[in-house]
């Protein structure tokens, strides 16, 4: 099989790559992708086990409209008692992969009455709850050869592709089911009660799920350009007379409702991306070699 450590030691005489996380129900975002060679996490040393339904666990190599792209079916969550530093995991791999843009997705509740199950959201910004009170995969001995011991993030939701995001849904017909919105983390795993729904909504919340924000901060921190979208599955409850609840099969539903649009969107937007081809991407045969 073919090692890793080539691709690790002189990136820079590869091809830049695209890397998609799949949120909750997103997975099919990977089907995709041609030429594919995927690899279950369980086969990979060092990385997390998807616990979460909807999250197959399989990381999928292949092309994406021409481009090298590494796509992970299933996140990790900090509520399945991973520490931040393994659910974000993933990223520091691509980036050490030659990746250089990272598109996360999630799936999210609504707090603005204005979006609906089955919209998307951009996301604009986010609000990392978890990182506020310390909850930080940069937590611990800064390593300087990821990046910088206080990261900016402001920005960290690429302006450009959000303005050509926007652009391609136009073009795809989907613009009124698209917009963008701030994005708040929290650490689930229970969906909100009314008092932390009401909190969320006053703070300028739009969508809250329980992922992205520690994926972002540690793409930003490395350098990655980061594009990220949320689909609307659910309206948070608000009102102690409202007797929906939300529930996980439900918010899987919308994910296969909104699959076909989803796969457009990012497949328009990686078509987009201005790459320099030297190589394509080696994709490795079973054989991580010692470097993991
Ligand atoms: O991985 P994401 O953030 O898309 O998953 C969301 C949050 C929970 O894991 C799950 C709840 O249905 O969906
Ligand atoms: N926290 C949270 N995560 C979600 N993921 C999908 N829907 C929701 C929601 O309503 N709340």
């Known amino acids: 099989g073919i090692s890793l450590s080539p691709l690790i030691d002189s990136q820079d005489e590869y091809q830049k790559a695209v890397a998609i996380i799949c949120g909750s129900g997103l997975g099919m975002l990977a089907d995709a992708l041609s030429n594919q060679d995927a690899f279950k996490y369980s086969e990979i040393p060092g990385f997390p086990h998807s616990t979460v339904q909807g999250h197959a666990g399989r990381l999928v190599f292949g092309e ?86 206080f990261p900016a993030m402001s920005g960290c939701y690429d302006a450009g592709l959000r303005r050509i995001a926007m652009e391609i849904g136009k073009q795809l ?43 972002v901060v540690v793409a930003t921190h490395c350098g990655l350009r980061v594009f990220g979208l949320s689909l609307i599955t659910n309206k948070v409850v608000k009102s102690y007379d409202d007797p929906e609840a939300v529930d996980h099969e439900a918010v899987l539903a919308v994910g296969r409702r909104r699959a076909q649009t989803l796969q457009s969107l990012v497949m328009e937007l990686v078509a987009r991306f201005k790459c320099v081809v030297y190589f394509a991407i080696l994709v490795p045969k079973r054989d991580f070699g010692s470097g993991f």
């Open 64 to 149: 994406l409209r021409g481009k090298t792209c590494v796509c992970m079916q299933g996140r990790f969550h900090m509520y399945e008692g991973h520490s931040l530093c393994k659910t974000t995991f993933p990223v520091r791999v691509f980036k050490l992969l030659g990746v250089d843009t990272l598109i996360v997705t999630n799936a999210a509740g609504s707090l603005d009455d204005s979006l609906r199950p089955g919209d998307i959201m951009i996301l604009k910004d986010h609000i990392n709850f978890p990182g506020l009170c310390g909850l930080n995969p940069l937590c611990g001995p800064n390593l300087d050869r990821f990046g910088p011991r």
């Open 173 to 215: 017909g989907v613009a009124e089911v698209m917009t963008e919105g701030v994005y708040a983390m929290v650490g689930g795993p229970n969906f909100e009660s009314i008092a932390e729904a009401r909190l969320l909504h006053r703070l300028g919340v739009d969508a809250v799920g329980m992922s992205t924000a520690p994926e």
